[in-house]
């Protein structure tokens, strides 16, 4: 079993920043694939951005060029960097670890809050 820890979320002003981490632990395998997902109130979760192990990163179209997603295998976390933050940005973000073992697993933190104010 995996346990997924969100951190860093809160109240911002548009234009500003928030560093959201994501802390892994438990029966964690290499080679698994990480992400972002958010989901705002009355919408669908949607993906934000996901990273794999080797580090190749795919984004949202709504978030390119001003969030960035990284990890650090070592400490086995995972951070979501938001610059230029968006009124539309205001959701709860959740991180979510997919991993392969007797077939495919995943895994979801308990997500924290992101509220931008206009």
């Known amino acids: 079993q995996v346990q997924l820890v969100e951190s860093g979320g809160g109240l911002v002003q548009a234009g500003g920043s928030l560093r959201l981490s994501c802390a892994a632990s438990?029966?964690?395998?290499?080679?698994?694939?990480m992400g972002w997902y958010r989901q705002a109130p009355g919408k669908q979760r949607e993906l934000v951005a996901t990273?794999?192990?080797?580090?190749?990163?795919n984004y949202a179209d709504s978030v390119k060029g001003r969030f960035t997603i990284s990890r650090d295998n070592a400490k086995n976390t995972m951070y979501l960097q938001m610059n230029s933050l968006k009124p539309e940005d205001t959701a709860v973000y959740y991180c979510n670890m997919v991993q392969w073992f007797l077939g495919r697993r995943e895994y979801w933190g308990q997500g924290t809050q992101v509220t931008v104010s206009s």
């Open positions: 438990g029966s964690i395998l290499g080679g698994n694939s």
């Open positions: 990273i794999a192990g080797a580090g190749s990163t």
